[in-house]
């Protein structure tokens, strides 16, 4: 039910900058984690940045300080702010909720990706 569309990819120079965009069906307070994944040309999906209800980030070491992880309640959306863009941050980007179920299992809701290609 719930659906999370990213958006704001494309094509970008190394040093350049851009902002992923989730947007999502569902009041982006009900997750009690969002996350922004990547997957790079032969190599398996990784975690980019996570945020959690009170405000947490955390970052994976090739991104901090270039990347931020922020939300909008108002616009129901997620964001990934990237900065100093290399050619290395090529990937696909995906945005991923979770929300604790009664029963003690997680839900988790994906996006389809936005392609992020940065050039030399």
């Known amino acids: 039910q719930v659906q999370l569309v990213e958006s704001g990819g494309g094509l970008v120079q190394t040093g350049g900058s851009l902002r992923l965009s989730c947007s999502a069906s569902?009041?982006?307070?009900?997750?009690?984690?969002m996350a922004w994944y990547r997957r790079a040309p032969g190599k398996l999906r990784a975690m980019v940045a996570t945020?959690?209800?009170?405000?947490?980030?955390k970052y994976t070491d090739p991104v901090k300080g270039r990347f931020a992880i922020s939300r909008d309640y108002a616009e129901r959306s997620l964001y990934l702010q990237m900065n100093s863009l290399k050619a290395e941050d090529t990937a696909i980007y995906y945005c991923?909720?979770?929300?604790?179920?009664?029963?003690?299992?997680?839900?988790?809701?994906w996006g389809q990706g936005t392609q992020v290609t940065v050039s030399s």
């Open positions: 569902a009041s982006i307070a009900s997750f009690d984690e």
């Open positions: 991923r909720g979770k929300i604790a179920n009664e029963d003690g299992t997680f839900a988790e809701y």
């Open positions: 945020l959690n209800q009170v405000g947490t980030t």
